[in-house]
């Protein structure tokens, strides 16, 4: 029996959820879904440059399953850029509401346990600067 799926953390959803080319009508275009998960790795790793061990610890997975993750979001946007289709973002397997907290000191990312009061420092460098985090 395959092991159980854990959801991915998600920080936001995007602006708008459909891409595609300009000047053709979207019932002629053929349609690639990218879901929330995926855009989420291609955020941290390409936007964010973050290395696979740290994306993956943002999105509360293992290294292997990120690079599986990123790996079919890239491509999927290479199918839709290269051969002009229309890109969806929407599904996954996904918890897309986690309250993040950031540390504007040492850009430590960590989520906040349960509905416990906001903690006040950093686990990694004990500095009183957290914000909150999207």
């Known amino acids: 029996m395959p092991r159980p799926m854990k959801y991915r953390i998600v920080n936001g959803r995007p602006v708008t959820n459909i891409f595609k080319p300009a000047g ?14 995926e855009l989420e790795a291609l955020r941290l790793a390409d936007l964010e440059g973050l290395y696979q061990e ?8 293992s290294r292997q399953t990120f690079g599986n993750i990123v790996e079919s979001a890239r491509r999927k946007v290479a199918d ?30 960590w989520k906040m346990p349960g509905e416990s009061e906001k903690p006040h420092n950093c686990p990694r460098c004990g500095s009183a600067n957290i914000t909150t985090s999207l």
């Open 24 to 37: 053709i009508p979207q019932c002629d275009l053929e349609e690639i879904v990218l879901t929330l998960d």
């Open 54 to 61: 740290k994306a993956a610890e943002n999105m509360g997975i």
């Open 80 to 109: 839709v850029l290269v051969n002009g289709k229309s890109l969806r973002i929407e599904g996954g397997f996904v918890d897309l509401n986690p309250q993040m907290l950031m540390c504007a000191d040492c850009g430590q990312r």
